[in-house]
């Protein structure tokens, strides 16, 4: 007699998004604004029943376009404040990016564009004496670490393996709501077609000279055939510090001494949620990782002088590309053409571990992917009084309706009460977001390279748009350089949830 044990795969999900506050889909701003022209039409129909007709006439044109909103829920205001920003963009001709000795640009060199062109980089050194670079964003005086991992994989691994990893990964996620003046972190997963440099790099140097001629030529062969079925693949995660409110601001010496104090432990978390070796690039390293990024051509060539001569000495200034030209759709630059495309809606229900693995794996026919996660803590004052907000709205909406929609009313109760019970006992709270890009050599290709991306995005039950009119900070976005899209919006978040 024997008996086998079940096998018990772990699920996970329960992500919901933050309720808007306000009747129905009008939110904060549009209530504010019903119930202010109820009052506006008394005080004038007690003047004249005719300038009240008017005005309810108004009120219903200003108001509707707050009813209409898409799968993102963005209302018509928005996309039309969005076509205005992308026609006012190209009358000024900044949709076109031209860099280098022949241009206008002071310097004569090539400096990255659009949001990244206000970004400083130093160096520093941390606990372990290993350099990292440091992007200070200007604008916003935001500082960037990136860090470098090599992850162990998912194959022929235990179940409890994973989810030991996956439990440790939320472990980290919660300590970095805990994490003074951060505003934000972001994983870029970066997969692309093996050049076959390594390998040759590799191999090549350590044959014999007076090896036997077929043993010659097998090494050579696997050489020149074994790159056209492989990939690479690079992980990076970003870590974006500000200054907390109430401080005053430091400089750059000090920022650097905070952040290299800071990085053994973040590593140790890493390692611990199953990211492999992991260490903080260098300044020379990430101008490479801009740099193949704006010109992928350039891969092979920067893998080689890597290997050869320990290092390419490429400086921020000469990381951007020397020309750009950003359409509705797409994103032209240099060697390459990309398009990003971006969350809209999060897998409903529950989702196993190996969730985004065919997203994450190299698409052929494409030049390079990139799948950024991004993700904002939140400290644990304000996760308290979300949880509780968002728990009474589901409460009050599971009793004031009937029928099916109360079922369905019910799961959201049972799902606010969970994260509220896991917030009590000790859970952060982070709001994440996906974007992917993908770059291709021609035109032509984005057709294949944007259904390949749909399918893989209906095996990760993941909603996605293209990121049209904004293709070129989208692209940066992707970018292990540490911009965090809400901290550059000219509205303040704030405004925008309320509308």
């Known amino acids: 007699m024997s008996t086998e044990a079940a096998v018990v795969h772990p699920t996970y999900g329960n992500w919901r998004r933050p309720r808007r506050p ?5 939110g904060l701003i549009g209530t504010i604004g019903v119930f202010g022209g109820i009052v506006i039409d008394l005080i004038l129909s007690l003047i004249s029943l005719q300038i009240t007709l008017v005005a309810l006439v108004m009120q219903a044109l200003l108001l ?11 209302n018509v205001y928005q996309l039309i404040a969005l076509r205005i920003s992308w026609f006012h963009r190209k009358a000024k001709g900044s949709t076109t990016y031209v860099s280098g000795p022949l241009s206008s640009r002071p310097g004569g060199r090539f400096p990255p564009p659009g949001l990244l062109s206000r970004v400083k980089v130093s160096e520093g050194r941390d606990a372990y004496d290993q350099p990292f670079g440091v992007l200070h964003h200007r604008s916003r005086n935001l500082y960037t670490v990136v860090l470098g991992c090599e992850p162990d994989g998912g194959s022929l691994v235990d179940h409890d393996q994973v989810d030991t990893w996956v439990a440790s990964w939320g472990h980290w996620l919660a300590r970095l709501s805990a994490e003074p ?21 590799e191999l090549l140097p350590r044959i014999h000279p007076d090896a036997p001629p077929a043993a010659r030529a097998v090494m050579e062969e696997v050489v020149e055939r074994y790159p056209m079925a492989s990939s690479e693949m690079h992980t990076y995660i ?3 510090y500000g200054s907390p409110n109430g401080q005053k601001r430091k400089d750059d010496d ?38 193949v990024a704006y010109d992928p051509a350039v891969a092979g060539d920067i893998l080689d002088a890597r290997a050869q001569h320990g290092g390419t000495g490429l400086d921020w200034d000469d990381a951007g590309p ?8 797409s994103y032209q630059h240099d060697s390459g053409v990309s398009r990003t495309w971006m969350l809209t809606l999060a897998p409903r229900g529950t989702v196993r571990a190996n969730v985004l693995r065919g997203l994450l794996e190299a ?38 309706r009937r029928g099916m929609v109360q079922a369905r009313a019910a799961n959201e109760v049972r799902a606010a009460e969970q994260t509220a019970v896991e917030e009590a006992t000790g859970a952060g709270l982070v709001e994440f977001s996906l974007m992917v890009t993908v770059t291709v050599d021609t035109d032509s290709e984005l057709d294949d390279a944007n259904m390949s991306i749909r399918n893989q995005l209906a095996g990760a039950r993941l909603s996605m748009r293209p990121a049209d009119r904004m293709q070129a900070a989208a692209f940066s976005c992707t970018l292990p350089a540490g911009i965090l899209p809400w901290e550059y919006t000219l509205v303040p978040r704030e405004v925008k949830e309320a509308l």
């Open 64 to 74: 509707l376009p707050l009813t209409a909103r898409t799968q993102d829920g963005r």
């Open 22 to 26: 306000g009747l129905g889909p009008l």
């Open 254 to 291: 000090e920022i650097i001494t905070e952040l290299a104090i800071r990085i053994p432990g973040l590593l140790a978390g890493l390692v611990a949620a199953g990211a492999g070796s992991a260490a903080p690039l260098s300044a020379e390293r990430i101008a490479e990782v801009v740099r």
């Open 322 to 329: 020397a020309a750009t030209v950003e359409k509705a759709n």
């Open 181 to 201: 003046g951060l505003r934000g972190a972001s994983v870029v997963v970066e997969t692309a077609p093996d050049t076959g440099s390594r390998l040759a790099n």
């Open 363 to 400: 698409t052929p026919g494409t030049r390079r992917k990139r799948v950024a996660l991004l993700y904002r803590p939140i400290d644990p004052a304000t996760s308290a009084r979300i949880v509780e907000a968002d728990r009474r709205a589901a409460q009050f909406m599971a009793t004031s």
């Open 238 to 240: 970003t870590l974006t």
